[in-house]
């Protein structure tokens, strides 16, 4: 996108964190923002906080509040030309050991939150034409994992959005509409008390520990000038911290091994 002044931004889970720092972003660049967030006092907190933006309610693993709000938005601000599927929660637990509702309430988020947020905005995006632009919030768990930390459950989520992502660029690349998925490292935010928002019905799950390495790491607004840096340069991937490229290449190295072994056994 050449310009995103003037233009409509949804931002879910904007009520803090990464959210926050994106909506500011967008903001400062002269977009109309959305901000929404399932704790409504939050959100109206970050609306005070930027001029021209409106607050909205919303809980993303809701399929039909997420049609209704994007019905609202559209309404009170306009057509919707950017999207930010950001909210996100996590938790810690092994495999073995977790309960069905952790699975229940991380993919409900973290996937399910994605997936309702695009069949709410795309339609409506490909009706008014024009340029359009959707950042998922994945995480470079979701591409190089830290392996042993307990946070299997977060990174099997944020893998399916970065490969959700990938393969919806694919799609709507040819209608205009940009996709680009958004891949922090550690980020100064209170995803560690994700447990906060937690549905009562799905139990009370396990915080995960706060790690000494949060406290020096980069904040959700300097992520947000990131994610606008990468919604106008159309990037598919975006990403926050310097130890981005060790954490790949070191994940690659591993599937080039096995490759390499593999081809040796066939020869």
Known sequence: ME???????????????????????????GAKVAIVDIDRSAADRVALELEGSVAFEANVTDAEAMSALAAQIEESLGPVSVLCNNAGVMLESTFVEAERTDWDWIFGVNVNGVINGVEAFVP?????????????????AGLAPRLGMGLGIYSASKAAVVSFSEMLRAELEAEGIGVSVLCPSTVNTRIWEANRNRPEDLGAGQSVPRPDRVNSAIGGIDVGK???????????????????RSRVETRTATILRDVSLHEADAN
């Open 3 to 29: 310009t995103l002044a003037g233009k409509v931004a949804v931002v879910t889970g904007a009520g803090d964190g990464i959210g926050r720092g994106i909506a500011h972003a967008l903001a400062e660049v």
């Open 124 to 140: 409506r995006m490909r009706a008014h034409g024009g340029e359009a632009h959707i950042v998922n919030t994945g995480s470079m």
């Open 226 to 244: 990131m994610v606008v840096r990468g919604i106008l340069e159309d990037r598919t991937y975006i990403f926050t911290s310097e130890d981005a």
